[in-house]
């Protein structure tokens, strides 16, 4: 994920607010690089020096890398271990509405004293020299890590994998690759046989490789060359969609299992990469955490529905509203499995036994391909509403994301000045009840968060 994320909205009095002491360091930092992304280890490496190596002392380490389901998968690994009685360390990135949100310490978000104490104490070991944010943050977790106690470090790579910040533990106890997808080409390759080398760079000789499945041929023979060369073993194990519910099977674990508790079809293979990590902890976690942990999971703006807040109390009665940040071709499809099996409801939501029709509230930065996104989901949308993200000089204006609607099918595709207004024209132009999902950016997710409190 790129290093920056959407700032609150500037509307929001809590939001405002939230100023605080580890805030003025998170600025000066951003400003020790002028690049947001410059991928490459020396820097992490010379900071981490500095200060005596805190990637060297912490707990057992799951590094997880891939384009789709990395967050979902940390979430569900956390949930499972905590359910088994274990103090959990997270990293994750990027955060939706604070950067706190990117470090959780033994079970904890990161308080602001303690963040703002340990970037203070990397900006002075790091002395001026350049290094980018992410990188920076990066070795600020890692020594915050290395000094609570914890059972397990649950690690999620930002961009890439070979060169990511998160990439200095020399011995995982397990690494894991989610679905890898087309993202990010302009530092990790255009073709999938790149993109897949480049993740495929957190694998470690002699430890365990988890590997989601991947659909596409050349993904997979990269993962599996560079495991082969490597000496790292791939653990084999599968899902398979039942009634109400999955099987997982793997060498030490066969368990017919509930629906996860993140929304999607696409979480039943996340939850499985997840509870194939499990096993190569030097750690317990029986059957019943895993069930508990399953369903109690839960990580924001992944097909999250909102039935609270400001945007969700203005809907009438019957609506709903949802909420995805998935911005690329993979969560297009994604998102497109999910319609059909909102298409196939007979809810009655509007009275009249039919499912309700899907109307979308749409963003997307102008790094990303909209066509590759929106292509999938549009045959099953009847209106959409285009917005540009509130912050984010590099979002795609309302005018152009309407535009890509009407390209790809969607007829009724206007722009709209904000989320607020795009909702309160959906709701005003549909005779009944409808789904509205707002999608294409993790940083539209973020202000909307923020926007909804």
């Not at 690089?33 to 005596?52: E, G, Q, T």
């Not at 990161?110 to 203070?120: F, G, K, T, V, Y």
């Not at 659909?215 to 993962?223: G, K, N, S, T, V």
């Not at 499809?333 to 009275?351: F, I, P």
């Amino acid at each position: 994920m790129i290093d920056a994320a959407p700032p609150p909205a500037p509307s929001q009095p809590a939001a405002r607010s939230a100023a605080n002491r580890a805030d003025p360091v998170l600025d000066r930092l951003k400003g020790l690089h002028p690049k947001v992304i410059d991928l490459s280890l020396d820097r992490v490496r010379r900071l981490l020096a500095a200060l005596d190596h805190p990637e060297r002392k912490l707990p057992p380490v799951v590094h997880v890398a891939g384009t789709n389901g990395k967050g979902s998968t940390v979430a569900f690994l956390r949930a499972m271990l905590e359910a088994a009685g274990y103090r959990v360390h997270v990293y994750t990135s990027p955060h939706l509405v604070r950067f706190h949100e990117r470090i959780r310490l033994a079970g904890r978000l990161i308080d602001d004293d303690h963040l703002a104490a340990l970037l203070e104490e990397c900006e002075v070991a790091n002395a001026g020299h350049p290094i980018t944010f992410f990188e920076v943050t990066t070795v600020a977790a890692f020594l915050a890590f290395s000094r609570v106690p914890a059972d397990v470090v649950l690690l999620e790579t930002g961009l890439g994998g070979r060169l990511d910040a998160t990439n200095m533990v020399d011995r995982p106890a397990v690494t894991a690759i989610t679905r890898i997808s087309y993202d990010h080409r302009q530092f990790l390759g255009e073709s999938l046989l790149e993109i897949a080398s480049e993740k495929a760079g957190i694998f470690k000789p002699g430890v365990p490789v988890v590997l989601a499945p991947q659909p596409e041929a050349d993904a997979l023979r990269a993962l599996t060359l560079r495991a082969t060369a490597i000496a790292a073993p791939i653990q084999p194990w599968s899902v398979t969609p039942q009634a109400g519910g999955f099987r997982f099977e793997s060498a030490t674990r066969r368990l017919d299992l509930p629906m996860p508790g993140l929304a999607g079809a696409h979480q039943i293979t996340n939850a499985g990469v997840a509870i194939a990590c499990l096993d190569h902890l030097p750690l317990t976690v029986d059957n019943d955490a895993v069930r508990r942990g399953l369903t109690a999971v839960e990580w924001p703006a992944r097909l999250q529905r909102l039935t609270r807040g400001p945007l969700a109390d203005r809907l009438p009665p019957g609506w709903e509203l949802w909420l995805d940040g998935g911005h690329n071709d993979s969560a297009g499809e994604a998102l497109a499995r999910q319609a059909v099996d909102w298409s196939q409801e007979r809810s009655g939501g509007g009275g009249d036994g039919r499912a309700l029709p899907l109307l979308l509230i749409y963003g997307m930065l102008s790094s990303k391909d909209p066509y590759e996104f929106l292509g999938p989901i549009a045959p099953f949308t009847h209106a959409l509403r285009a917005v540009a993200i509130p912050g984010e000089e590099a979002s795609f204006t309302a005018e152009e994301s309407s535009e890509t609607g009407r390209i790809c099918g969607i007829r009724d595709s206007a722009a709209a000045d904000t989320v607020d207004a795009a909702l309160a024209d959906l709701v005003a132009h549909r005779p009944g009840p409808a789904r509205v999902l707002i999608c294409g950016s993790l940083y539209l997710a973020g202000s909307v968060l923020a926007d909804n409190g």
